[in-house]
Structure formats: C-alpha cells, structure tokens
C-alpha cells in the first residue's frame, strides 16, 4: 500500500470572518467550531490514517503559529513550507510533491484545506481509503460534498453516473441561484470542497502537462529554498515569479485522470460569520453564541462575545465583538465584511491585518493604552524564549515584572527581575529580554518617545531569523 501523505494548506487570511480572523491571525488558527484551532483540528481527522508527519504550506509570517499549534496537540513534527507571496493551490501543492518527493517516496498527497469543518471525522476517513486503489492507479481524486441546498457560493463539479469514484464530466463556477436550484434538482452534481488525493508525482505530470510554466517556476522556487530546521523557506524571486492559478484551473480541467468521490461528511468551508452559525449549536430560537452572550426575544442570530453582549428583540444578525472592533451585521448581508476590510486597508488601519495582540514566535503583546509620546504594552514571554538583541532610536522603555522570572541584557550587563521589580531601557541601548524560567512571564512595558512605530528596531541577534 502507498503511503498516505498529509498536505495541510495553511495559507488563506479569512477576511470574511473579520474581526476575528485577520491577515497576521487568520481563521486557520482560531478555535470557531470547537476547542481545537481549525488547523489542529484538520490535522486530527487524518491523524489516524496518515503514514507520515503533514507538510504544511504556510506564509513565512505565520510559521511558527503553524509550529506551536501542532506542537500544542502533540502532532509529529511537521515540514513546513513558507510561501514568500501567495501564489494559489497549483504552486503550493507542486512544492508540497516535490517536498515529499525529495524523501525518497512517492506518497498519495491527501491535500486539505486548513480551515475546513468536517463534522463525521470518521466518514471521511473511510472515504479517503476507499479512493486510494484509484487514486494510486493515477487519477487525481476529488471529494465532491453532496449537496443540501442550491448553495450559490461554491462551484459545482458534474460527475459521471455511478457509483463510488467515477469521472468527472466537468467543473462549474459559482452559479446563480436558478442554475443551482437545477443542479439540486437534476442530482449528480456536488460542491467542490477543495480537498484532493493523488499520487505526488501524477499531480507534477499533469501539472507540467498543461502548465509547464507553473511546474518550472515552483521547481525553481524549491531548488533554491533555504533549509532552516523545519522551515523550507521557498527562493522567493523565484517564487514571486512563478504564474499563480488554483489546482482546478491548472490541472484538474484540463486532466483526463480527474475523478471524484461524492461524499456526506458534514463539511462547512466556514467561509462566513453565517456559515459559522449554521455549524455551530443553536437554541431554541436558533440563536448560536461563543462567549458571555444573552438574548432576549431575538431569533436566529449569532454572537461571539469577548465581554458581556445582550441581544434584545433581534432576528437574523451577527455581533462580534474583539478588544479593538465591533462588527454588527445582517446574517444575509456577512458577505461584505470583505469590503470592511478593503476599506481599512485603503485608509492605512492596522485592524485590517493585526489584533491588538500581536502574537510572535516568542510570546505576544497586547497595547493596552497608548497616547501622545507614551505606549503600554502587556508582554507575555513563553517559557524558554527570548527576544532578539536590538536596540530603539526614538523611544526608551520600563519595564515591569508582573510574574515569572525575566532575563534582562543592557548593554553589558546581565541581570535577573522577579515579581514587583522594575527596569529602565535608555534609547539606544541594546538590550533583550528572555523568560528563563518553566512558566509564563507577564510584564508590563512602558515606551516614551516621539515615535512608537515597531519598525524603531535594529536587531542585532535573532533566535527566530528575522532582520
């Protein structure tokens, strides 16, 4: 039997589910359906069956996101590769083949979208074994979801008649609502899921078949990558020069070997705050809620809650509330949260891309109040870490030990602070902080100066390999 090959793709920014999902924390990392982030759970649900480690496809600013979480959930060290500018599934599934390529086999890639729900984990699993024979045999397989509804956000795939794997007649774009209405109707079309199986070295065939300009831009791309522990860091000139497509496009369209599997697993791509409440528990009024919510003669609304938020005499809307933004929406209207976001975006606000806390490879910080010539941040070092040697030019800071025990290098000196003890950062200083200790350190940083931008940073040293 041909080993199974996990690729989990790890590269979406979900700005439909802002403001909890943004660029530098997008939804593949979010707890939404459960207590796993999406990506643990994705990983979960083929742990069972998979023969090897996952490759995960990620963007270089989220890796060690990536790393942390499957660490969190005990899963094997994975190889990860780092897309320096996002060039869509084709690409990113060619470097994943040449990745497990590289290590002297020829696996069955089950390609998965991070940021899916599947609800019958174990549905899915048999589905995946029933397909291997064909997919080993060299077809590129598909899983269409069966649908249960004229759904006009996904796209269609026709399938031959039969039963279990068959062919795939043709690919059909987002259509309108009549045409999806037939569709239901006529049986024998399903949703394109986005979730593939096919023999590493089929895919790359295929791939060079009908785009040779993509499979040569990739290979370029991973010959020249950087190695770094279990970073693969793609070239990226090579990388950035590389046409960018989705596998459907590229391959799967044009291939005689597709086929697809039609499948009844509970799948939701979450591509919405009102898809999340469609997968998420709902009461009685079908209002469904994550977070310290009431709701008082509303129906069918949905809430995600940071503090205390009350519904009252509401049908049909979607509330979420972060520590920096407040979305309140019709549930048939969620799909313009994306021009929210391109809004921000134009006017320069951070919110698009960034939570108030900011998470490193580190730790993270949350500025919690800030001003003319002043900022106070609240810093958590994770247990073992430490932050690069740099130094500011326009800010000095303070800071104070809340819990733990921080490491503190100024200049020449090096010193130990615990709980209730302080120190002061002149500019210009060179300094770093670590947390020696088993738990997490907690301080309090208070910057002044006439520029507080986090680009005022030299760095000087760097455990993570940034400039």
Not at 53 to 75: D, K, S, T, Y
Not at 299 to 316: H, K, P
Request: proline share 5%; glycine share 8%.
């Amino acid at each position: 039997m041909t080993k199974l090959q996990p690729v989990l793709l790890s590269g979406g920014s979900g700005t439909r589910l802002w403001p909890l999902s943004r660029e530098a924390y997008p939804k593949q990392f979010l707890a939404l359906a459960g207590d796993d982030t999406m990506l643990q759970a994705t990983w979960q649900r083929v742990a069972a069956i998979a023969d090897a480690a996952p490759i995960v496809v990620a963007g270089e600013e989220h890796r060690f996101l990536v790393a942390e979480q499957l660490r969190q959930i005990g899963a094997p060290t994975p190889a990860i590769l780092l897309e320096p500018v996002g060039r869509n599934t084709a690409p990113a599934i060619a470097a994943a083949a040449m990745q497990a390529l590289r290590e002297g086999d020829d696996p069955l890639l089950l390609v998965l979208p991070s940021d899916h729900v599947v609800r019958d984990a174990a549905a899915f699993r048999a589905a995946v074994q029933g397909a291997m024979p064909v997919a080993e045999a060299g077809a590129l397989v598909t899983f269409g979801i069966v649908p249960d509804a004229p759904e006009t956000g996904f796209g269609y795939i026709e399938a031959a008649p039969g039963d279990g794997v068959r062919k795939v007649l043709r690919f059909v774009e987002k259509p309108d609502a009549a045409t999806a209405q037939g569709y239901l109707a006529a049986g024998g079309y399903y949703w394109n899921s986005g979730m593939f199986l096919l023999r590493a070295s089929r895919y790359l065939e295929e791939l060079a078949k009908f785009r040779p300009d993509i499979n040569a831009g990739t290979r370029a791309a991973f010959d020249l990558a950087q190695r770094d522990g279990d970073f693969i860091r793609l070239d990226k000139g090579a990388f950035a020069a590389c046409p960018a497509d989705s596998i459907d496009y590229a391959v799967m369209e044009n291939t005689d070997a597709a086929m697809v599997l039609p499948v009844e697993i509970g799948w939701n791509d979450v591509g919405s705050w009102s898809a999340l409440w469609e997968v998420s528990a709902q009461d009685a009024a079908g209002n469904a809620h994550h977070g310290d919510v009431i709701a008082i003669d509303s129906r069918n609304s949905y809430a995600y809650a940071r503090r205390l938020v009350a519904l009252v005499g509401v049908d049909d809307l979607v509330v979420v509330e972060t520590d920096d933004a407040v979305l309140v929406a019709r549930k048939d209207r969620v799909q313009q949260v994306k021009d929210v976001v391109a809004r921000l975006k134009s006017d320069g606000r951070t919110q698009a891309a960034l939570h108030r806390e900011v998470h490193r490879p580190w730790g993270s910080y949350d500025s919690i109040d800030m001003a003319e010539g002043f900022q106070v941040k609240r810093i958590k070092v994770r247990p073992g870490a430490r932050l690069s040697l740099q130094s500011h030019t326009r800010r000095a800071e303070h800071w104070i030990v809340v819990r733990g025990t921080a490491r503190v290098t100024r200049d020449n000196d090096v010193f130990e602070l615990f709980a209730n003890q302080s120190t002061y950062i002149p500019i210009g200083a060179k300094h770093r902080l670590e947390n020696p200790g088993a738990e997490m350190l907690e301080l309090i940083e208070v910057q002044s100066g006439d520029y507080l931008g986090e680009d005022d940073i030299v760095r000087y040293e760097d455990v993570y390999g940034r400039s």
